[in-house]
């Protein structure tokens, strides 16, 4: 079944920009979703239909796609963002959803 | 926006039925511009979409528990549930039911999640 794939962990230094990448082959047909999760607590959407961002998610978390690949940038990386993130997305014939394997943030 | 909240046994057993409700409110779960989901999480693991159904019972599961897994909706209770059969203790899990919204466009936007209710199979 269809797959999306992220690196498991990535760790930048306060104030740097955090780049987290997520792959998949229907990527250039269906649109992608992002996650926060923190210890603890249920999932929050930072980023819905490639590169929107909800209300309430701070400006600093942009997403954009390129062929198979999106990606979660996060500008400016405060403490606060120390969490788990996971994209998600549909396969080709969008009958079902799936999520990256996720990826854990480290701010040093 | 749509508050969900899950219920069920925290517990049970090997082999058996695993079954959960999730009770909407605020909104209606006959609104058209929603999809009802479960997503689950192993204890130290990644998200799981377990599947989805619409108010008028039409569902779609994820292919590696589609042999396993029903979801119902009860529009009378504002209510949806999940049946998975057969369990292990690989199904032990945070157990989440989500509402995903679509705009007139048939764009998924946004989610709302329930808190999550952890259930443990046991031998």
């Known amino acids: 079944s269809y797959e999306l794939t992220q690196p498991p962990s990535v760790s930048v230094y306060p104030g740097q920009t955090a780049t987290i990448i997520c792959s998949g082959d229907?990527?250039?047909?269906?649109?992608a979703y992002w996650y926060q999760q923190k210890p603890g607590q249920a999932p929050v959407q930072v980023i819905y239909?490639?590169?929107e961002r909800p209300s309430g998610i701070p400006e600093r978390f942009s997403g954009s796609s390129s062929g198979t690949t999106v990606t979660l940038t996060i500008s400016g990386v405060q403490a606060e963002d120390e969490a788990d993130y996971y994209c998600?997305?549909?396969?080709?014939?969008?009958?079902?959803?799936?999520f990256g394997g996720g990826t854990k943030l480290t701010v040093l | 926006q749509v508050q969900l909240q899950e219920s069920g046994p925290g517990l049970v057993k090997a082999s058996q039925t695993l079954s959960l409700t999730c009770t909407v409110s605020?909104?209606?779960?006959?609104?058209?511009?929603?999809?009802w989901n479960w997503i689950r999480q192993p204890p130290g693991k990644g998200l799981e979409w377990i599947g989805y159904?619409?108010?008028?019972?039409?569902?779609y599961y994820s292919p590696s528990l589609k042999s396993r897994v029903s979801l119902s909706v009860d529009t009378s209770k504002n209510q949806f549930s999940l049946n998975l059969k057969s369990v292990t203790a690989a199904d032990t899990a945070v157990y989440y039911c989500?509402?995903?919204?679509?705009?007139?466009?048939?764009?998924?936007?946004?989610?709302?999640w329930g808190q999550g209710t952890l259930v443990t199979v046991s031998s």
């Open positions: 159904i619409f108010y008028t019972g039409r569902t």
């Open positions: 605020s909104g209606s779960i006959s609104n058209s511009d929603y999809y």
């Open positions: 239909k490639d590169d």
């Open positions: 998600q997305s549909a396969d080709y014939d969008t009958t079902y959803w799936v």
């Open positions: 229907a990527l250039p047909k269906q649109l």
């Open positions: 989500v509402s995903y919204y679509y705009d007139k466009g048939g764009y998924r936007l946004f989610d709302s």
